[in-house]
């Protein structure tokens, strides 16, 4: 994957590269601010209740997509040995170490003598696999200068890297932090939501390897269907604190709906999770309108003082 920055493209280039890209014909030059779960949506529901920290996400999207690996340091971060998504990390496990044993109602009436014994302990893990989030309204999307990502017909958001001119907007374009750089070469990598597998009928590699279904795939729909009945499940069983994130544009205003959302069960900060996430872009509007009173106001001042200035000469 790692390319010389001499191989980037420039902006002509990258023109060219646009028209003749297969994706981009897809549905070329859609707005990042889309419509929430259109037909025929695709997505993740990830169930963190179920998740067992097995790192199986992780290591299928690292070995179909070819991503290096991170390094083999000592984070003294829990079991969390890549800490955070980036451009060479799609899927990230979260080991989030809390105090309190593991509430046994989780499990419903079946609990082996294993698990009993583990809800004894007096910490427990709350565990989480984050990956891009294919917001409906993306501000990476939106801010792209070369039209390297686009959104597909199966409103995923994709990056085309041979269109990337490695210019960073949509990094800090991203309220989930998601979106990373290339160190070798500057372009901006993420989930493709293995775009190639789904062209031949497979689902994603991470949902296809999770062992418990804590990574479910599907029509956005339908996986908002099941998520509400999940969340109903747990809340007989005494778990009043699971609720879905992402999954109600009511909730997340500023990203509207989540293709990619989660059932949690502590506030989303705890997951490294924004509560109230925002596309930058909803803000261009008014900066312009602040930059251009400050800048009427400033001129105000300007004239004012040449005023007053030639009226006190006048006066003498």
């Not at 590269?17 to 030059?29: I, K, M, N």
């Amino acid at each position: 994957m790692a390319t010389s920055p001499e191989t980037l493209p420039g902006p002509d280039e990258s023109r060219e590269l646009r028209t003749s890209s297969e994706l981009v014909g897809v549905d070329a030059w859609q707005p990042g601010r889309g419509t929430a779960h259109p037909p025929g949506a695709y997505g993740f529901f990830t169930d963190t209740t179920v998740c067992i920290g097995c790192k199986a996400c992780e290591v299928a999207c690292k070995q179909w997509n070819q991503l290096p690996d991170d390094g083999f340091l000592f984070t003294g971060e829990s079991y969390d040995n890549t800490s955070d998504l980036g451009a060479s990390t799609w899927r990230h496990v979260a080991f989030v170490e809390r105090e309190g044993p593991v509430d046994l109602s989780w499990f419903g009436e079946d609990v082996s003598p294993a698990v009993a014994q583990t809800g004894e302990d007096p910490f427990r893990w709350l565990m989480m696999s984050d990956v891009c989030k294919h917001c409906t309204h993306a501000g990476c999307l939106d801010v792209c200068p070369t039209g390297s990502i686009i959104r597909t017909e199966y409103d995923s958001v994709f990056v085309q890297p041979d269109i990337c001119n490695g210019c960073g907007m949509c990094v800090v374009a991203c309220p989930f932090g998601v979106i990373d750089r290339n160190e070798d070469d500057g372009r901006a990598f993420k989930c493709t939501l293995c775009y190639d597998r789904l062209h031949g009928g497979l689902e994603p590699a991470c949902a296809k390897a999770c062992p418990t279904d804590s990574i479910v795939f599907g029509e956005v729909e339908d996986l908002v269907e099941l998520a509400q009945e999940r969340v109903a499940v747990l809340h007989e069983r005494g778990v009043s604190s699971a609720y879905l994130y992402g999954a109600d544009e009511a909730q997340l205003p500023g990203t509207g709906q989540l293709n990619a959302f989660f059932l949690l069960t502590d506030r989303p900060e705890v997951y490294n999770l924004p509560p109230d996430p925002v596309d930058p872009t909803e803000w261009v509007g008014s900066s312009w309108r602040s930059a251009l009173a400050t800048g009427a106001a400033m001129v105000a001042a300007v004239i004012g003082a040449v005023v007053s200035v030639a009226a006190g000469r006048s006066g003498r």
